[in-house]
């Protein structure tokens, strides 16, 4: 994969989907939410046309407060996951990920807290809110167990918000980089979500 990534949520859609491309604009991963589950379920695809899933997260319970989210491969083994911390998460986010056996492999922590507070109450202002995109921007890094930086997804500028970079700090082996980055969609989702 040739690094960044660049992530684009579709603003004007019924389920959240995210289009995923490298940095010569190939798409890697296109992202679709089901709706109207009990628990969180995602499908990421090859590309747009939807017609080649290469990989599932879902939730492992109904309320996502300290929810662990499973991510399975192509064959529908699992190849890792993704569990946010519920207390820790309340004001910086905070997320670990795991390996196929559960093992704990690295975390996912907000560099810059203030920002996504802040980019949360502009966005519910009338009218302005529509440009919050330009002025606030979240930055999340995952780290390995040593604490060294592994990867870094930032918000960029874009009108009506939605577009996230996706830098690679220390190269991993192509499983890690696909477990990190599928852990990173999860995150977007979820954190989106919290405003």
């Known amino acids: 994969m040739n690094f960044p990534l660049n992530l684009v949520f579709k603003v004007f859609t019924f389920a959240p989907t995210i289009r995923v491309t490298d940095a010569n604009g190939a798409e890697v991963f296109f992202v679709k939410q089901k709706l109207f589950k009990l628990r ?4 990421v695809f090859a ?4 017609s080649r ?3 599932t997260i879902n939730a492992d319970r109904m309320i996502d407060w300290s929810a662990k989210f499973g991510i399975a491969g192509e064959n529908g083994q ?4 993704v569990g946010r911390k519920g207390m820790r998460s309340l004001w910086s986010a905070h997320y670990e990920v795991f390996n196929a056996t559960g093992a704990h492999t690295g975390t996912i922590r907000e560099e810059n807290p203030g920002a996504k507070i ?4 502009f966005s519910e202002i009338p009218f302005l809110g529509m440009l919050n995109g330009y002025f606030f921007h979240p930055r999340y890094l995952l780290s390995d167990l040593n604490g060294q930086p592994v990867m870094r997804l930032k918000k960029m500028s874009a009108f ?4 996230f970079q996706l830098e690679q700090v220390t190269p991993g082996t192509p ?3 696909e ?3 599928l852990s990173f969609l999860m995150l977007v989702l979820l954190e989106r979500r919290r405003g």
């Not at 590309?47 to 939807?50: A, F, R, T, Y």
């Not at 699992?78 to 996951?81: A, I, K, R, Y």
């Not at 009506?160 to 577009?163: A, F, I, Q, R, S």
Request: aromatic share 0%.
């Open 179 to 181: 477990r990190n980055i």
């Open 175 to 177: 499983e890690e980089d």
């Open 160 to 163: 009506l918000g939605g577009t």
């Open 118 to 121: 802040m980019d949360g109450i």
């Open 47 to 50: 590309d747009s046309s939807q």
């Open 53 to 55: 899933q290469v990989a």
């Open 78 to 81: 699992l190849v890792g996951g």
């Open 40 to 43: 969180d379920s995602i499908n």
